[in-house]
């Protein structure tokens, strides 16, 4: 979208279910944060508890009356609903306030598009846009003839849509095969640093996860209070101490009804995830709602499938709650919770050895060096090792292959099945 820096922005909450009043005040919060983070100024805001979705309007006719009068006293040039607009919905209100009109997707899509640097976040962000566009773009072409001056509400002939639509098709089309490249291209790569730790940081947007990668690695990385900072994957090495270190990748956040055509472009760069030998979940502290914050996070990672993935809980920013809530809270989560959790802060590196103590412990769960002897001249076995696994130590004595190895428990339960290769010692992991 083209849209100025200075646009005047309306917000419109008009939650369904009967939800409280502070959740009610969280979601429109976020919200205006959304805006702003698009390059927005909030104006003002409306709302309304709805029992049922107008069709036409969403909200009741009553209320989209009064919308019309703060919008042309406050001179409104953006109304953005936190609720998914139909296509036709869309379009009504846009014709109904003569001003333009998202929905929060449309926001989240249009920061996306604003944020993206590398060739494939472009590419991926582009692709949902087109296909959030499709059923819409009736009314994106209104939005083209007032920004150009065009006269009253007057959208393209039909010949002219049916060309448009025939145009994003294709367009739809080739991304989707250009990602797909890429994917090849990336699973590859992911599959020679297979030998190492590989640690995924996931979470809420703003919960800290790359200040969190900038402390423990030492690296210069973007930091900023604002949602979806980072969208393209950073990796970096982090020291764990007694000479062990992981790879450990930075995310894009997750929000509260992410588009799910986002999502399904995304799809690939957060399937990497599951690479990852176990993943560390940020959850900002600090925030009164973190539990719904969590539980965004735990259904994005349901809908990839990995909800049993080995996790560690960090619960970042300690700095910024009280001595007393932060008592409270070591106690909640000693009682209720089954994953690891530890309590640090990005912003005090002492805080982080606890992380990071956590982190090897995993590892050395998650890894095992032994030494293996089997039949010389098993190709499909060494390369097996030498693609997924360290092979620290190899010598031959005619008939047999002696190694050193350092492979995930997973590849070693699978070799050790085989007659054909024999334990001959396990080493303590160092
Ligand atoms: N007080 C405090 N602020 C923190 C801490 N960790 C991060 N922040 C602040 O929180 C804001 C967001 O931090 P980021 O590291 O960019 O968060 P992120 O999770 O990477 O966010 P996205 O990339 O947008 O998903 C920044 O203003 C940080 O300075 C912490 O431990 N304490
Ligand atoms: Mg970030």
Do not use: C
Not at 113 to 125: H, I, L, P, W, Y
Not at 221 to 248: H, Q, W, Y
Not at 406 to 416: C, D, E, T, V
Request: aromatic letters at 4%; a positive charge; charged letters at 30%.
């Amino acid at each position: 979208m083209n849209r100025e820096a200075s646009d005047r922005i309306l917000l419109v909450g008009a939650p369904l279910k009967a939800i409280g009043n502070r959740e009610m005040e969280s979601h429109l919060l976020e919200l205006s944060r959304l805006a702003v983070a698009a390059g927005g100024e909030v104006i003002d805001t409306l709302t309304q508890r709805i029992t049922k979705r107008n069709p036409r309007f969403l909200i009741g006719k009553g209320k989209m009356e009064e919308l019309a009068i703060k919008v042309s006293n406050s001179r409104v040039d953006l109304v953005i609903f936190d609720d998914e607009l139909t296509p036709l919905q869309g379009k009504s209100i846009e014709d109904y306030l003569e001003v333009r009109v998202m929905d929060r997707s449309e926001l989240i899509l249009d920061i996306f598009a604003k944020r993206a640097r590398s060739r494939e976040a472009k590419m991926q962000v582009e692709l949902a846009q087109l296909q959030y566009l499709m059923p819409r773009l009736r009314r994106m072409w209104t939005h083209l003839s007032r920004i150009r001056g065009g006269i009253g509400l007057r959208g393209p002939g039909e010949t002219q849509l049916e060309t448009d639509r025939r145009l994003i098709g294709r367009r739809i089309a080739t991304l989707g095969k250009r990602i797909e490249t890429l994917n090849v291209a990336r699973s590859n790569r992911r599959k020679a640093r297979k030998g190492e730790f590989q640690v995924a940081l996931v979470g809420y947007t703003n919960a800290g996860k790359s200040s969190l990668l900038k402390a423990l690695s030492n690296k210069d990385i973007l930091v900023e209070n604002r949602l979806f900072s980072t969208l393209d994957s950073k990796i970096r090495t982090v020291e764990l101490g007694d000479g062990f270190e992981a790879m450990v990748t930075d995310t894009v956040g997750f929000i509260r009804k992410l588009p799910h055509h986002l999502v399904a472009s995304f799809r690939s760069t957060l399937e990497g995830i599951r690479e990852a030998n176990m993943l560390i979940h940020v959850i900002d502290a600090s925030q009164s709602d973190w539990t719904s914050q969590r539980a965004v996070v735990d259904d994005v990672l349901n809908t990839l499938d990995l909800k049993d993935f080995p996790q560690i809980l960090v619960f970042n920013k300690i700095d910024s709650i009280k001595r007393q809530e932060l008592i409270d809270l070591k106690h909640l989560i000693r009682e209720q919770e089954v994953t690891a959790a530890v309590f640090v802060s990005a912003h005090r590196e002492s805080s982080l050895e606890i992380l990071k103590t956590a982190m090897r412990s995993h590892l050395q769960g998650s890894f095992r060096h032994m030494s293996l002897r089997m039949r010389a001249g098993d190709g499909e076995t060494l390369a097996m090792l030498h693609e997924s696994g360290e092979i620290l130590n190899q010598e031959y004595d005619g008939q047999y292959t002696s190694l050193e190895v350092r492979i995930s428990q997973k590849l070693a339960g699978r070799l050790l099945k085989s007659d054909d290769i024999i334990l001959i010692k396990e080493h303590v992991l160092a």
